[in-house]
Every structure is written in structure tokens, then in C-alpha cells.
């Protein structure tokens, strides 16, 4: 496990990013699962200001780790925070983007977008295979989609599962921890005050860790990677 700290959002958004430029592969496609948040967010913005031409973007697949079950111009939808701060801007081919259908039926979803992961990524020890994966950390542990009350989605067999937030009853589709840890990469990208608590308890391995989804991403690569500001890693022992 590896932590970057980072003196601020932007800061933490810009190391990422140039972390990003360098992964990218010059002659190979890239497969990439993308998170929502604000962090992410921070993230599109910086590339699409300063990376938007470090980048071969015809050789970046871009896929989601999750996505809220809504329409792709929702507020809400993922797909849509991407499109708006991070594809409006560069210049991507319509058929590098494989978003989650947030407007069709989420159990018939989450089976299509299994087969959809199936069919276009490498396989790696029998299942689909991410270059790279981006997750974000919610306040109360969850990541991708998978909130700690329904901890059970993380060791499905399947590619894909439907989850309810706790709080709105949103259904979402999120990939399931089988597929995550079976990235080359996974980083988190953290930042705020409201997360330092669960970041140190996550990477500390203290506290109610056991508990909070997050704690279980854990790539059987060996590469992942935290990408954190300092008001989230305030606890964090380095
Ligand atoms: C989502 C994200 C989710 C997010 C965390 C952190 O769809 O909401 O995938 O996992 O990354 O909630 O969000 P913030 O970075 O905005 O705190």
C-alpha cells in the first residue's frame, strides 16, 4: 500500500494526475473504471485543464465502478459529472465510454453490464481484469456502491450487484469486490476533514475497520495506491 500526501484537494487532484499520465499506456489500450465524488470531480477538472493533451485518450476505455440508477442527464448520475467536467472538454471517442445504463431496470443492468466487462476487458485469473480502478471513500466507509450494511455485495461471484443507500433508498449498480481487487491498480482518491477518521482506521487497521467496505480493497497485484489531502490524512501515522 502506498500513500501520497498531499497539502490540498487540487494538489491531491494534480498528483493523481500525473500519476494517471504516466500509467497510461503509449501503444496499448487503458482500461479504466472511474468513481463519482467530489474528489474524482477535483480529479476531471485538472485534466481536462492541464493533462488534456498528456494524454492519448483514443487509447483510454473509460467504464464506472459505479453509478446511481438514474438518467445519464441527472444530477445524480456519475456518468453525467464525468461528461460535464471531464469529456465536454477533451476530446474522447464516443466508443471509449461504456457508462452504466443508471435509466434501465438495475437488476437487468447489473447483468448487462457484467457481460459488457466480460466481453471487453482482458481476463486475469479467470475474471475481467481493470487497469485501473478509482474509488472514492464515503463517510461512513462505503466505497464504489457498497455500504457498510450491505457488506455481504462485496464477496459476490457476480461482476456486478445492485445496492440501496442507506439513507435515500437510491438503487445503485456496483462492481463487487472480486472484480475490484482484481485490478493492476486501485486508488483511492480522498480528501476532506470528514474523512480522516476512516482513513486512519483503514490504513491503520484500527477501530471498526472490519466493518467498512473500503477496508477490503485489496489488489491481488499488491498496487494500491492512496491519493490523500492532509485534512484526510490528518491521523494517518507515515
Ligand atoms: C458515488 C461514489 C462514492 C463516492 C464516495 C465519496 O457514486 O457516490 O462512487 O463511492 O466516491 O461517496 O464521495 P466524496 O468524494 O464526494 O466524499
Same mark, same amino acid.
Given at each position: 500500500m502506498e500513500v501520497n500526501i498531499s497539502g490540498s484537494k487540487r494538489e491531491a487532484a494534480r498528483t493523481f494526475s500525473e500519476y494517471l499520465v504516466n500509467g497510461i499506456s503509449k501503444n496499448d489500450t487503458t482500461h479504466i473504471a472511474l468513481s463519482g465524488g467530489s474528489t474524482p470531480k477535483e480529479v476531471f477538472k485538472e485534466l481536462a485543464l492541464y493533462f488534456k493533451d498528456a494524454i492519448?485518450?483514443?487509447?483510454v476505455q473509460f467504464y464506472w465502478g459505479d453509478e446511481r440508477?438514474? &438518467? &445519464?442527464?441527472?444530477?445524480?448520475?456519475n456518468y453525467k459529472m464525468t461528461k460535464d467536467y471531464l469529456f465536454a472538454k477533451l476530446d474522447v471517442p464516443e466508443a471509449n465510454i461504456h457508462r452504466?445504463?443508471?435509466?434501465?431496470d438495475p437488476e437487468e443492468e447489473a447483468i448487462r453490464y457484467g457481460h459488457i466487462l466480460k466481453k471487453r476487458l482482458p481476463t486475469h485469473k479467470g475474471l475481467p481484469q481493470f487497469d485501473l480502478v478509482i474509488l472514492g471513500l464515503g463517510?461512513?466507509?462505503?466505497?464504489?456502491?457498497?455500504?457498510p450494511y450491505q457488506i455481504n455485495l462485496w464477496n459476490s461471484k457476480k461482476y456486478c450487484e445492485v445496492a440501496v443507500h442507506p439513507e435515500t433508498g437510491q438503487k445503485r449498480v456496483t462492481l463487487t469486490g472480486q472484480i475490484i481487487n482484481n485490478a493492476r491498480e486501485v486508488a483511492f482518491l480522498v480528501t476532506g476533514t470528514g474523512k480522516e477518521q476512516k482513513v486512519f482506521e483503514i490504513i491503520e487497521k484500527q477501530?471498526?475497520?472490519?466493518?467498512? &467496505?473500503?477496508?477490503?480493497?485489496? &489488489?491481488k497485484s499488491g498496487k494500491l495506491i492512496w491519493f490523500l489531502d492532509a485534512d484526510a490524512a490528518n491521523l494517518v501515522r507515515t
Open positions: 492519448d485518450w483514443s487509447k440508477c438514474v &438518467p &445519464p442527464d441527472d444530477g445524480e448520475s452504466i445504463y443508471g435509466e434501465n463517510d461512513d466507509g462505503h466505497t464504489a456502491s457498497i455500504f477501530g471498526n475497520y472490519k466493518r467498512y &467496505p473500503a477496508s477490503f480493497v485489496l &489488489p
